[in-house]
Each structure stands twice: as structure tokens, then as C-alpha cells.
């Protein structure tokens, strides 16, 4: 990987919390332009290995570059601000809001338009093109004045694609995208997100392996907040200590192991 382009690097990336280490040692090199997993057994510093890359948390040691800036130590809006831009597990949409009413929130965070109360609805209607624009990148054209709240599952979890998408994020993160759905959402969200990852980079936790295995190009496995394995699909799942970390067994059984 010395020759690619990489958009995001983390080296020596640690965080402890009184005494207790979550994240240790840990390198990343997310190349511009792909779809990368971070994988591994709950417990593995996932969740925390994103909000240090985030800036959610400030790391113990080691240093994160994005787009070859060093960020290790600036503030999570400035990194937002800067193109990398994290969705989270629990969905933040706003659920008495209308679809459209959401994405316009979003695109007035990203514009600076956030607390000018005093602007005209006419004024902020501006945004609603965009708004809609981005409903139908995610398929929600037809949700746009439905309450959040009355949306299924699976196209909340849409909608917040489309507010991520609203902060026009060169690196978006994406955490436990899929988490909860059914096969036909799955499938839907699986799809979104290769299409949304065109012209831009993706990081994202997943538990789902049939969603690793069709959408990433790289994978990071993780194990007691340390990198255990890296590589393709089909190179981590073969990897004994990939399948031992997960089950102790079979790469049949890892395939399943954390659906």
C-alpha cells in the first residue's frame, strides 16, 4: 500500500481509561476512494477506534492525519469541517421533524445557517432543492413530508445517510449501518452505500460478514483494541487468528459468527 493514496492514516493510535487499555498499537491506512470495514468480536475497540479518529475522544497516544493534516488534536467540528463526517449507531434524526425538515437541518449545520433564527422561511427554502436532491439519492423522494417517526427502520437509517451526505463528506464513517434490519433492508442499505461511496471514502464498523463480504475492499479486524488481521475478505477470513478470535473455528463458522 506504500504507493496508494491514502485519506486517512492512524499510527500508534492508544486510549486508556484509568488503567484499562481499549485501543492499543493501532495502525490504519484507509486508501482514498475505497470501502474499508473495521471488523472484530464485540468488546474489540471498534466503536471507540472511531471516536478517536473522530476526535469524540481524545487519544492516549499516537497520531491521526487526514488528508496528510495532522488532526490528533483539533476538535471533532473542525474535523468534521474538513470533510470527514461520521453517522452513529443510534440514529440522531430529529423523529417529530418531516424527512425534508431533516436533511434542511443538516444542510444548515454545513452551510452556517444553523442559528440564524431570524432568516426568513423563504430564505431557508434555498435549501430545499438540495434537500430534496439528496432524499432522492437515498430513496426518499417520496418521504420527503412523512414525520421521521413514521418511517420504517430501514429508511430512517436512509434519512441519516442523507444528513451525513448534507456536511458533503469526503471520508464518511459509518457505524453499524445495518445493525437491527431485516434481509431486505440490509440489502437496501448495502446497495445505498455503494452507491453513496462513488466519488468518495468510506470507513465503516459492521458486523454483518455478508455485508464486509460484498461492498469492502479492505478489512481491519480488531481484537482487545489491537490490529489482529488486515487484508481482503477472503484473506482475513482464512486467517486462524481471525477465526479463533471470533469462534475458536471454522472460516464457515466466521462467515456467520457475527450476523
Not at 496508494?4 to 484499562?20: M, T, V
Not at 432568516?119 to 434555498?126: E, V
Not at 434490519?181 to 445505498?192: N, P, S
Not at 482487545?224 to 481471525?242: C, I, K, N, T, W
Request: net charge neutral; hydrophobic share 40%; aromatic share 6%.
Amino acid at each position: 500500500m506504500d504507493n496508494e493514496d491514502l485519506i486517512l492514516q492512524a499510527r500508534n493510535l492508544g486510549k486508556d481509561f484509568r488503567g484499562f487499555t481499549a485501543v492499543n498499537g493501532v495502525d490504519l491506512r484507509i486508501v482514498r476512494g475505497s470501502i474499508h470495514a473495521l471488523i472484530g468480536p464485540n468488546g474489540a475497540g471498534k466503536t471507540t477506534c472511531f471516536n478517536l479518529l473522530t476526535r469524540f475522544l481524545p487519544a492516549s497516544r499516537g497520531s491521526i492525519h487526514f488528508n496528510g493534516v495532522d488532526i490528533t488534536r483539533i476538535a471533532p467540528q473542525e474535523v468534521a469541517c474538513r470533510g470527514m463526517v461520521r453517522s452513529f449507531q443510534i440514529s440522531s434524526i430529529f423523529a417529530q421533524l418531516s424527512a425534508l425538515h431533516n436533511v434542511r437541518i443538516a444542510l444548515q449545520r454545513a452551510t452556517g445557517l444553523s442559528y440564524h433564527f431570524w432568516r426568513s422561511g423563504q430564505a431557508l427554502r434555498q435549501l430545499d432543492e438540495r434537500a430534496h436532491e439528496l432524499l432522492g439519492q437515498v430513496g426518499l423522494s417520496a418521504d420527503a413530508n412523512r414525520r421521521t417517526v413514521e418511517l420504517p427502520y430501514g429508511r430512517k437509517r436512509a434519512l441519516e445517510i442523507a444528513t451525513t451526505l448534507a456536511a458533503r463528506p469526503e471520508l464518511m464513517l459509518l457505524d453499524e449501518p445495518t445493525q437491527g434490519m431485516g434481509h431486505e433492508d440490509v440489502a437496501h442499505i448495502t446497495e445505498l452505500i455503494r452507491r453513496v461511496a462513488v466519488g468518495r471514502t468510506v470507513l465503516m464498523v459492521e458486523h454483518n460478514m455478508g455485508v464486509v463480504a460484498g461492498l469492502c475492499d479492505r478489512i481491519t479486524v480488531l481484537a482487545r483494541g489491537s490490529v489482529l488481521s488486515e487484508g481482503s475478505y477472503a484473506q482475513v477470513s482464512a486467517d486462524p487468528a481471525v477465526r479463533e478470535a471470533y469462534m475458536g473455528g471454522s472460516e464457515v463458522e466466521l462467515q456467520g459468527a457475527v450476523h
